[in-house]
């Protein structure tokens, strides 16, 4: 049974900085992608960034602000955003890709104050 669980957010003003954490509880090499998403309040999930073997991608909304990165060692996916703004304010949630098996977290909340 996979597990992952995010951890990071908070209520950060604008222009601030946070980091997420993603902890698979087995080793992330068995996943073809991960990544992070976002939903709003009253909107629909949306990606924010991924990244596989390949290199990553990200959302043309958070390009040159965020960076999603990896820990093989420590199985754990981040999530760095800097320059955080108020429509930046959602749940974040990790996903995990093991060939056709998608994986979620539970989300973590990031609430950008103007």
């Known amino acids: 049974q996979v597990q992952l669980v995010e951890s990071g957010g908070g209520l950060v003003q604008a222009g601030g900085s946070l980091r997420l954490s993603c902890a698979a509880s087995?080793?992330?090499?068995?996943?073809?992608?991960m990544g992070w998403y976002r939903q709003a309040p009253g909107k629909q999930r949306e990606l924010v960034a991924t990244?596989?073997?390949?290199?990553?991608n990200y959302a043309d909304s958070v390009k040159g602000r965020f960076t999603i990165s990896r820990d093989n060692a420590k199985s754990t996916v981040y999530l760095q955003m800097n320059t955080l703004k108020p429509e930046d304010t959602a749940v974040y949630y990790c996903?995990?890709?093991?060939?056709?098996?998608?994986?979620w977290g539970q989300g973590t909340q990031v609430t950008v104050s103007s």
């Open positions: 990244i596989t073997s390949g290199g990553t």
């Open positions: 996903k995990a890709v093991f060939r056709t098996i998608a994986y």
């Open positions: 087995g080793s992330i090499f068995q996943f073809n992608v």
